[in-house]
T-cell receptor, first 111, second 114 residues
């Protein structure tokens, strides 16, 4: 089955700096890669996703890149703000139409 | 209006008890899921139902039994609760079970087994 690894597990940045979270996956058949943000006491919410026919996607301060050959994808947050502080999960779809989630990155943006 | 709602939000119970968690979605989606999030925040799928039929059943003890009375509801019943069942359980839904469909999550049910 699919195996998704995520790094780093914790990340602290100064407000205004950029944050980068990286994930690798194992199943070359995976073709959909969402990123979820989980705030304290809440469920994960989709913030951006990318499909395998695209190498990069941007949405304001958030961007995701995908390298299918190397089987890795990354989340980039620019001009970070304190409200970006949360746990971020990457995921990849696998057999049986289910998501395999990474282990999460706890991002802290220091004002 | 809450898209995916779970009840209760918190559940504290003794070992050996039987408990249920309810989930409802008002998005008109065909597919619903249950996930378990452990203390290290690891999210793992447990079950998935499409239009009331089970389509994913990961390696979960038989003590866990999902029930879907209709496609808007997916409840989780747990028998003989154990300490290791303590976790946050998330319900989610998506339009169809195909790959690439966004999953919408509920706020979670924090289960503590004493």
């Amino acid at each position: 089955g699919e195996n998704v690894e995520q790094h780093p597990s914790t990340l602290s940045v100064q407000e205004g700096d950029s944050a980068v979270i990286k994930c690798t996956y194992s199943d070359s058949a995976s073709n959909y890669f969402p990123w979820y943000k989980q705030e304290l006491g809440k469920g994960p919410q989709l913030i951006i996703d990318i499909r395998s026919n695209v190498g990069e996607k941007k949405d304001q301060r958030i961007a995701v890149t995908l390298n299918k050959t190397a089987k890795h994808f990354s989340l980039h947050i620019t001009e970070t703000q304190p409200e970006d502080s949360a746990v971020y999960f990457c995921a990849a779809n696998g057999a049986g139409n289910q998501f395999y989630f990474g282990t999460g990155t706890s991002l802290t943006v220091i004002p | 209006d809450t898209a995916v709602s779970q009840t209760p939000k918190y559940l504290v119970t003794q070992m050996g008890n039987d408990k249920s968690i309810k989930c409802e979605q008002n998005l008109g989606h065909d597919t619903m899921y249950w996930y378990k999030q452990d203390s290290k925040k690891f999210l793992k799928i447990m079950f998935s139902y499409n239009n009331k039929e089970l389509i994913i059943n990961e390696t979960v003890p038989n003590r866990f039994s999902p029930k879907s009375p209709d496609k808007a509801h997916l409840n989780l019943h747990i028998n003989s609760l154990e300490l290791g069942d303590s976790a946050v359980y998330f319900c989610a839904s998506s339009p169809v079970p195909g790959a690439g469909n966004i999953q919408y999550f509920g706020a979670g049910t924090r289960l503590s087994v004493l």
